[in-house]
């Protein structure tokens, strides 16, 4: 576990409140969220996704199976993350699909079922180490 105070860097693997992994896979860079990601875990959430842009040019696919809770904090940082590069989103329930309905952020934001079909849509090929 980090800190609260801790900010990741190149060399460490996610592992927080609100990260339970980060890493590289075959051309694209996985971030798994969970728990409720709000306003004071987001440093959490950048350090992450900054090592994914500093360490791989591929898409960042966030696995959203352990996310309790989001809010507007975590959804304008997908957004932004979007202006650097492709960013997809897999396994997300009803409640972070219907965010991303009622702000439009669907459009931007693609959302898959799992993995695979991400991988799919994304033309990556399909990994036998899945998160």
């Given at each position: 576990?980090?800190?609260s105070g801790h900010k990741l860097d190149d060399s460490e693997?996610?592992?927080?409140?609100?990260?339970?992994?980060?890493r590289p896979e075959?051309?694209?860079?996985?971030?798994?969220?969970?728990?409720?990601?709000?306003?004071?875990?987001?440093?959490?959430?950048?350090?992450?996704t900054g090592v994914a842009l500093r360490?791989?040019?591929?898409?960042?696919?966030?696995?959203l199976r352990e996310l309790g809770f989001c809010d507007s904090s975590l959804l304008n940082h997908l957004l932004r993350?979007?202006?650097?590069?492709q960013v997809a989103l897999f396994g997300a329930d009803r409640n972070v699909r219907r965010l991303l309905e009622?702000?439009?952020?669907e459009t931007v934001?693609?959302?898959?079922?799992?993995?695979?079909a991400a991988r799919t849509a994304l033309s990556l090929p399909?990994?036998?180490d899945r998160p």
């Amino acid at each position: 576990m980090m800190d609260s105070g801790h900010k990741l860097d190149d060399s460490e693997a996610a592992a927080s409140p609100a990260v339970s992994y980060s890493r590289p896979e075959e051309g694209l860079w996985i971030i798994g969220l969970r728990g409720d990601v709000e306003l004071h875990l987001m440093e959490e959430v950048e350090a992450a996704t900054g090592v994914a842009l500093r360490q791989s040019r591929g898409p960042v696919l966030f696995d959203l199976r352990e996310l309790g809770f989001c809010d507007s904090s975590l959804l304008n940082h997908l957004l932004r993350t979007t202006r650097q590069r492709q960013v997809a989103l897999f396994g997300a329930d009803r409640n972070v699909r219907r965010l991303l309905e009622v702000t439009g952020a669907e459009t931007v934001l693609p959302l898959y079922p799992d993995l695979d079909a991400a991988r799919t849509a994304l033309s990556l090929p399909p990994s036998p180490d899945r998160p």
